[in-house]
């Protein structure tokens, strides 16, 4: 579970994952020491089924806990008039992801950044996670607390988390903590969330 932490030591042993996401085939780079490293992980491919692609406008999406950037590759492809920031605390994952941004011909509207790298005034239209549930309770809503009030006044989060490990209890504490919170459906062990902002909702921090 270091991934979720710190970037590994050592030369990555780099391979490839072949996945399908809204329809397109996908060929990108991955490599030990990030999060589902060998494939698309399950619960993401979840997110994706039981998700549509977002409207391509001129907008800002953001992909936190990005990995090797397959949800940042997808939204960027699907979007081509949207920016997206694909966010994590592994730099070899955010070196995996800008060289699939490259790869995909996509690295002007992808930004791979650290956390404490995203400018304090950034709003998202959208933002889509697969969040690290194993960091724990507290880690996690810290992580939400902190990048959900980043939601423009009509944005919206999708998230997908396991129902083993605490779905429907995120689910409340979401309500709890003032947002709306509407379940798209399940599958394979996995809810699907969508998040949007009530009159109550954390206000964004400027």
Not at 111 to 132: G, M
Not at 177 to 185: D, E, S
Request: hydrophobic share 40%; with cysteine; glycine share 6%.
């Amino acid at each position: 579970m270091s991934h979720y932490f710190v970037t590994p030591d050592g030369t990555p042993d780099r391979r490839e994952v072949r996945t399908t996401i809204w329809g397109r085939d996908y060929v990108l780079a991955s490599a030990d020491g990030v999060f589902s490293a060998t494939r698309l992980d399950p619960g993401t491919g979840v997110l994706f089924r039981l998700s549509d692609p977002p409207e391509d406008r001129p907008a800002r999406f953001l992909d936190l806990g990005c990995g090797f950037g397959a949800i940042a590759a997808a939204l960027a492809v699907e979007c081509p008039h949207a920016l997206v920031d694909a966010v994590d605390v592994n730099q070899r994952a955010l070196d995996l992801t800008a060289d699939n941004a490259v790869r995909l011909r996509i690295d002007d509207r992808v930004r791979a950044l650290k956390p404490q790298d995203v400018p304090d005034d950034t709003a998202y239209d959208e933002i889509w996670s697969n969040p690290p549930i194993r960091i724990g309770k507290q880690a996690l809503h810290e992580l939400l607390d902190t990048w959900l009030p980043r939601l423009t006044p009509t944005g919206r989060a999708h998230l997908v988390v396991s129902k083993n490990l605490g779905a429907d209890s995120l689910h409340s504490w979401l309500q709890a903590r003032g947002w709306a919170v509407t379940r798209l459906g399940s599958a394979k062990g996995f809810r699907v969330l969508s998040v949007t902002r009530t009159a109550s909702s954390c206000q964004p921090t400027r």
